[in-house]
């Protein structure tokens, strides 16, 4: 570790973000250590050996921003296609468009409705929760968007993303549930929406490509913790339950079993992403990753879809997206006074800092840490906290 004045744990796009700035910006030595054999997080994409077709190994990534700081600093890692987003979901062997809008509404009613009269038809059937608190997710998903469409799209959707019926899930887990009276189908709202054109890991080789960045792969960072020369500044993007030992209690996230298929068709589905809203059909949706990048001229003999099953994770899974209960919020919040505490050490990523992140954030995030905490490490020499 002579010559290292950063070590950053985890090659997502926090941590490739963080090394890229401080190699090209600050010409400083960056040892990058992931525990997974590829650098790219959870972004991560690899051309499948037997069909050529690009496959998101942890789950569809769309990427779509409205922050055009994020966006022309990503342009200069890659260009992005003109894919745009869109799913469908089916119910009870009919396809419907999501999120829900106004062809959703209408088909589902099966009758044309002006969006005057779709509105009102939405409330009507959500005023039967009027005038009381919801008491839990089923109330509250009633309480947006009426029973009807809940129980179509919702209530079986998030049984299986929770295991767990809604009606024992807190209503705070639902915001809002969007609905549009337009037939707007566009997944995305944002300026910026794409793919990159050579796929997820072209655009992490080109971040860390760089003669001040090593990259150790394989390595986990509680095997090497305790031969660390002491004061030896870090960016820590791994899970903070994991930094201190669970001592403060385990956070609860939710992970995603993927079971992969290569199927004899050109086409599977017609779409990349098909979501399953029928309680009896056990998984929430299959992907067709040949959808994503109709640009290329993929084999039409075969193609990979994968199908997504959704649980609780245990501490050997990999966590996906934070559950977030009221005492998973308590023991964060205790994780945080003990971070604060400790010299030198930055956490940072969706893992490191216990939230939900979408890539353009977490890349956003990145570059925002790298103005106000590492830079004036290394220029003040404050401590990067
Ligand atoms: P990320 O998890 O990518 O990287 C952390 C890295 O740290 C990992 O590679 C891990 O191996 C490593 N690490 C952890 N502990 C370690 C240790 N002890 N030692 C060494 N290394 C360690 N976003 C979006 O914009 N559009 C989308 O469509 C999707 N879709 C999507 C689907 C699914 C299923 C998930 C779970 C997530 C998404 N996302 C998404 C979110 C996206 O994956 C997320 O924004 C980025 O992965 C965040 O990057 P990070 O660097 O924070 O974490």
């Known amino acids: 570790f002579s010559n290292v004045d950063l070590l950053i744990v985890g090659a997502g796009f926090y941590g490739a973000t963080i090394a890229e ?14 525990r997974r054999s590829h650098i790219g997080g ?7 050996s037997e069909t050529g077709i690009e496959v998101h190994r942890y789950g569809a990534h769309l990427f779509h921003t409205p922050n055009e700081t994020v966006w022309t600093y990503l342009n200069r890692f890659t260009g992005f ?22 062809g959703t509404i209408s088909q589902f009613f099966n009758r044309r409705l002006s969006p005057a009269e779709a509105r009102t038809l939405i409330a009507d059937q959500a005023a039967e929760m009027a005038g009381r608190n919801p ?5 509250k998903a009633i309480s947006l968007i009426g029973r009807p469409l809940y129980e179509a799209f919702i209530r079986g959707y998030t049984a ?26 566009r997944y995305f709202n944002d300026k910026y929406e794409g793919l990159p054109v050579d796929g997820y890991a072209a655009i992490f080789e080109r971040m860390l490509n760089h003669p001040k960045i090593n990259i150790a792969l394989g390595v986990d960072f509680f095997s090497l913790k305790s031969s660390l020369p002491p004061g030896l500044p870090i960016v820590y993007t791994g899970p903070i339950d994991r930094y201190f030992d669970y001592s403060e209690g385990e956070l609860g996230w939710r992970t995603i079993d993927f079971e992969k298929e290569t199927v004899n068709t050109g086409d599977f589905q017609g779409m990349a992403v098909m979501n399953y809203a029928d309680e009896t059909i056990p998984f929430t949706r299959i992907l067709e990753f040949r959808h994503f990048n109709p640009e290329r001229s993929y084999q039409t003999e075969k193609t990979v879809i994968v199908r997504e099953y959704s649980r609780s994770a245990q501490r050997k899974d990999e966590p996906y997206y934070p559950i977030d209960t009221r005492q998973d919020k308590d023991v964060f919040l205790r994780y945080r006074v003990r971070a604060e505490a400790e010299v030198n050490v930055h956490f940072g990523g969706r893992l490191g800092t216990y939230r939900y992140l979408d890539m353009h954030q977490a890349i956003g995030a990145a570059l925002k840490a790298f103005e106000s905490r590492v830079v004036p490490h290394f220029t003040e020499g404050r401590i990067l906290g």
């Open 21 to 34: 700035r401080v190699a090209n910006e600050l010409q400083k030595n960056v040892l990058l250590i992931d």
């Open 160 to 185: 299986k993303q929770w295991q767990t019926d809604p009606r024992d899930l807190p209503e705070h887990i639902i915001t809002r549930l969007p609905v549009r009276y337009t037939y707007d189908n």
């Open 81 to 102: 296609t003109d894919y745009k987003h869109r799913v469908y979901s089916t119910y009870r062997d009919q396809v419907y468009a999501m999120p829900i809008n106004l």
């Open 135 to 139: 008491a839990n997710l089923e109330e």
């Open 42 to 48: 959870n972004a991560y994409s690899e051309f499948d």
